[in-house]
């Protein structure tokens, strides 16, 4: 009889040699064995051993059918197809070690593939030689169990049993990549301007953080710029823009002292609020769009980058634009990668989910950007959406190919990949509508167990 031992070994090498194969340079069994030593917890031998559940919780973001069931059938059939000895497929076995695994496994891997995604990137490519972070938040929704309603209630205005538990989301993605540096979970209840400061330590000194108004304050420029990363934010909308005040450095472009405000943000403590300097020299730009289907044509920005002659009024436009790209950042975690709707029935089970997503995206991102180096073209003009397609379609026959055949299957689906070029789009414009009318059943407004009682009352 084989031990659970060589089941766990085969099943290791089976998704190295399939799911874990385009991604051999990003991510390694040594690094799921680091970040797994790393917290500090034992794990006894098991079929679902660390590394094995990690890229079985990959697999199942991959597949368009995410049931633990399939996860299950697919690790039975990969240990017959070897000549092992099966296990039962009871999907509970799945479910016990996604549960097992280490709370903080997978964000550590998912922060660890964003960085290496960007370390392998060109350095001519950065924005005047810097990195470039975009913050914006999200939410998601998840199965409605009295677990997940505690901790991520449904949004107030929805009736008690009629809604879904949401979660509210923040992350800061790489201007340069498109990958996941960090990312933050809460409640609706939470602001996204305090789950974007439980992650802020990963912006390092000399980048620059590009943001919309919801997270523009006098208190985030100074802090960010007391720890040296620069801001390019839009401006809050109540506040007032006087272009014929401060020094002007060209038409809708001056520079400006905005004076500390009087009142101490929660966030902060007292002796933060007193550290903070009393007035701050920042520029503030008008940019005109002029863009059809656009619904501001003049955005007004305030940035930390004073010197318009190294960074002119232009170049701020074309980077401030660029900040929607994390609209299709987010487009495609959550609807190419289904993140939209979770299915873990315990908040624990949901953030793990959260995680496994976003460890699959950065993987795909670091995919694009080893394709976008060999060629020598952004990675940000690659199709993430084409990359998922033919990724989906070449990782089942990895697994049962020799190494030639793996060899051949990879080339061309690199090549498949690079050519996949997304088109320049400017002057496109799509109405804010949507042409498919949903089906007319009505909306349930009272709970699920109290209209199945009426229907057979």
Known sequence: MLSIGNCAET??????????????????????????QATGVSWRERIFSPSVTVWAMISQVLDSDRACRKVSAKIVAHL????????????????????????????????????????????????????????????????????????????????SGCGFPSAKIVAIFSWLTGAVIDASIGSLHVAERTLFHRIWECLKSGEILLNDRGFCSYADIACLLARGVDSVMRIVQRKRVDFRRGKRLGKGDHLVIWLKPISRPEWLSQDEFNAIPDEILLREVQLDTHIPGFRSKKICVVTTLLDSTVYPKSALLDLFLQRWDVEIYLRHLKISLKMDILTGHSPEIVRKEFWAHLLAYNLIRGLMGIVA?????????????????????????????????????????????????????????????????????????????????????
């Not at 996949?420 to 509508?433: Q, T, Y």
Request: glycine fraction near 6%.
């Open 373 to 457: 180096t060999t060629e020598g073209i952004l990675i940000r003009r690659l199709s993430m959406k084409g990359t998922l397609e033919r990724l989906s379609a070449t990782i089942p026959m990895l697994g049962q190919a020799d190494p030639d055949i793996q060899n051949k299957l990879l080339a061309h689906m690199m090549l498949r990949i690079a050519h996949d070029v997304l088109p320049h789009r400017s002057g496109r414009v799509e109405p804010r509508a949507r042409k498919r009318r949903p089906k007319s059943y009505p909306l349930l407004t009272v709970p699920r167990h109290v209209a199945r009682r009426r229907l057979v009352g």
């Open 11 to 36: 099943l290791v090498e089976k998704f190295s040699n399939s799911i874990g194969l385009p991604f051999r340079n990003l991510l390694t069994e040594e690094d799921i064995q680091s970040a797994v």
């Open 80 to 159: 017959v197809f070897m000549g092992k000895q099966a296990c039962s497929d009871d999907p509970s076995a799945f479910c016990q070690a996604r549960k097992r695994l280490p709370a903080d496994v997978l964000p550590l891997l998912a922060r660890q593939v964003g960085n290496r995604t960007e370390e392998d990137t060109s350095e001519m490519s950065k924005w005047f030689g810097r990195s470039v972070r975009i913050v914006d938040g999200s939410s998601f929704s998840m199965p409605d169990t009295p677990e997940n309603q505690k901790e991520f209630p449904q949004p107030s205005e929805q009736a």
